[in-house]
């Protein structure tokens, strides 16, 4: 069995109903761009049938599409943040990665998913070579592990960083 994926089937093999969450800061908004720009380049779709945000200037709701996020709303100060669910993700050498949401705001980005019978150790290495590009984009080097209870003492962390000094 793959060394990596020993270290992280128990944060990934259950689904307890928790969606767990990678969360990292970002220095400014033309950073999160970056990081977003990163992930919803490797989707082939938005998930669900309702990815959408609300525009205070037109009080109404409007569409989130691949290519069209709402940075200018968000550069006006009209939206705050927003959330959506990238799903078929294949990484840069072409693994599948399960569905992520994605949360921005100016100054965080968040990964969540749902732990699984998805996820596998070729989608963990997917995951990490996605979140390699997404700190990259963000110019950090580290992230938090929030919400998957099984995560005693930073385990995804530590993978992470086992992972990339490869």
Not at 21 to 33: C, D, K, P, Y
Not at 119 to 148: D, K, M, P, R, Y
Request: proline residues 5%; negative net charge.
């Amino acid at each position: 069995m793959d060394a990596l994926w020993r270290l992280c089937a128990p944060l990934f093999s259950m689904d307890d109903g928790v969606l767990p969450e990678i969360s990292m800061e970002a220095a400014s908004l033309a950073a999160v761009r970056r990081a977003y720009a990163c992930l919803e380049s490797c989707a082939g779709q938005i998930g669900g049938p309702g990815s959408t945000w609300w525009s205070e200037q037109d009080q109404r709701e409007r569409p989130i599409e691949l290519g069209l996020a709402p940075w200018q709303s968000m550069i006006n100060g009209e939206l705050g943040s927003f959330h959506v669910l990238l799903d078929g993700l294949r990484s840069r050498s072409g693994l599948a990665v399960p569905a992520l949401g994605v949360f921005v705001s100016p100054t965080q980005f968040s990964i969540d998913y749902r732990a699984g019978p998805a996820w596998s150790a070729s989608a963990v290495h997917g995951l990490f070579e996605l979140l390699h590009n997404v700190l990259e984009a963000l110019q950090q080097g580290a992230f938090e592990h929030i919400g998957n209870r099984r995560d005693k003492g930073g385990q995804l962390l530590a993978a992470y960083r086992g992972w990339a000094s490869q």
